[in-house]
């Protein structure tokens, strides 16, 4: 058994909705259940959101605007994928009623002025739900019948709206009573992505690139072979393409290798995915839609053997490097555990954390839309450290992390030298260094306006662009 899914990319319109069609006939051919999990089509959730968050702020014409495009996108779609002319029209009513309900959630939204996490879950998963069905009329259309199943049926999640944690005992009874049926009788299921719902059938979504969440759960529940993520690129890169002309897809990597690189940058897969299939030892391919008999990149237990340390080089833009400095916290305890409970409470997410080893400061990466509000309070909570000069300063530069990941570098000496050198032979300065006790990663920080020239040098420098 494999779980497909396919991204917005993926489902961006009739072309490559056709592409993705015959992927699955062909897996389907070859006679392989197949459990399918897709994305809104391309912009879709952007879209949804823009007019939910309109609707709130009073705005109650860019939601109609807003609900006749999306009409006109999907209607598109389902005229130029799906032949047979019953289907298609009874298609196009069921988008109708689905765009009609967006029309009323934002309409409620508008009258009430407020747009909860709840009423923003309920809104934005409209997206996939229309991509189901019509990627299900598509197979049907060709002869390979299909289901679209909500993934409100299946996936069982706690009540944290916008960012809904799966109940995997539950959700796995689920997904097996229900989807084990329909491919004994050799109907493939079309599932939603990014959506789940509380025990009392309340919808949910599990985060901004959910889809491959919902395909590694499913994975789980259902005992299969291997999960596939097919999305435009062919695999997961040792470097950002955009960046590095050099850069080359890795064919195999660990669980653990692609947990770092998904976390430190790599857009290609969502951190939560490793967490079911690496728990359930289920291997996980990263395949492009758009090159489907390229290999793309396999993830499983075991990196290959006689494998560079290094496998990728990843970057997060747009952080603060946020310093806690002053000469009266040497030896003060509880100083580190005020900083990060303050930081805690503002619900900022920390990125990295360096101390040194005078303990005359702190430093941590922070996304730079939460700048204001962290200094705001740390300055409030030390405030009377401040006054005794204890704490002679908070201050922010903005920069990017850089992180050089590989399981091998546990094992190779010299890893941090090399990438020293690369920065240091092009006038590159390291603001900060943080190695975890894995040994799986070492980030540095660097000035932003050099974090370009620096993953470009230290993929040369660690031989990342030689085959």
Not at 262 to 276: D, Q, W
Not at 370 to 385: G, I
Not at 401 to 413: C, D, E, K, M, R
Request: proline share 3%.
């Amino acid at each position: 058994m494999i779980v497909m899914k396919f991204g917005g990319t993926s489902m961006g319109n009739s072309e490559v909705i056709n592409r993705a069609g015959k992927i699955i006939q062909q897996r389907l051919e070859e006679g392989q259940e197949t459990v399918v999990v897709v994305s809104a089509m391309s912009g879709v959730t952007d879209s949804l959101t823009h007019a939910a968050r309109s609707a709130a702020s009073g705005d109650d014409l860019t939601f109609r605007q807003i609900k006749h495009r999306l009409l006109s996108q999907h209607h598109q779609a389902v005229t130029e994928c799906i032949q047979d002319k019953h289907r298609q029209r009874e298609l196009l009513d069921q988008i109708e009623t689905r765009l009609s309900e967006l029309e009323a959630l934002c309409q409620s939204i508008y009258i009430l002025g407020e747009l909860t996490a709840r009423g923003m879950d309920a809104v934005s998963s409209l997206g996939e739900r229309l991509t189901a069905r019509i990627l299900a009329a598509l197979l049907t259309d060709q002869g390979f019948p299909a289901q679209a199943v909500d993934a409100t049926e299946l996936i069982i999640t706690n009540d944290e709206f916008g960012a809904a944690i799966p109940l995997m005992e539950k959700t796995r009874d689920r997904a097996r009573s229900r989807l084990l049926p329909l491919l004994a009788e050799g109907i493939t299921p079309v599932v939603t992505g990014f959506i789940g719902a509380t025990r009392d059938g309340i919808t949910t979504t599990l985060g901004r690139g959910g889809s491959d969440y919902t395909a590694a759960i499913l994975g789980q529940a259902l005992n299969a072979d291997e999960v596939w993520i097919w999305t435009d690129v062919d695999g997961i890169m040792s470097a950002d393409p955009r960046l590095v002309e050099e850069a080359r897809t890795l064919p195999q990597i660990s669980y653990a290798e692609a947990a770092e690189l998904s976390y430190f940058g790599a857009k290609v897969l969502h951190s939560k995915t490793i967490i079911p299939t690496q728990e359930a030892d289920i291997p996980l391919r990263i395949l492009n839609t758009l090159n489907p008999s390229h290999p793309g990149t396999l993830v499983c237990r075991e990196t290959l053997q006689n494998e560079r340390a290094v496998k990728g080089i990843t970057a997060i833009t747009d952080i603060a490097l946020t310093t806690v400095e002053g000469r009266g916290m040497i030896g003060v305890p509880g100083i580190a555990a005020k900083v990060f409970t303050t930081v805690a409470r503002e619900g900022v997410n920390v990125l990295m954390i360096t101390q040194s080893s005078s303990e005359q400061n702190i430093c941590f990466a922070i996304p730079r839309t939460d700048v204001e509000r962290t200094v705001k309070a740390l300055e409030e909570a030390f405030a009377p450290e401040l006054t005794r000069r204890n704490v002679d300063r908070i201050w922010v530069q903005e920069a990017a992390i850089i992180a050089a990941v590989g399981a091998g570098i546990q094992n190779t000496p010299g890893v941090a030298a090399r990438l020293f050198n690369a920065l240091g032979k092009h006038g590159i300065n390291c603001l900060c260094i943080a190695q975890g006790s894995s040994k799986h990663n070492i980030s540095i920080v660097v000035s932003e306006s050099k974090y370009e020239a620096a993953v470009r040098h230290i993929h040369k420098e660690l031989g990342l662009d030689e085959e």
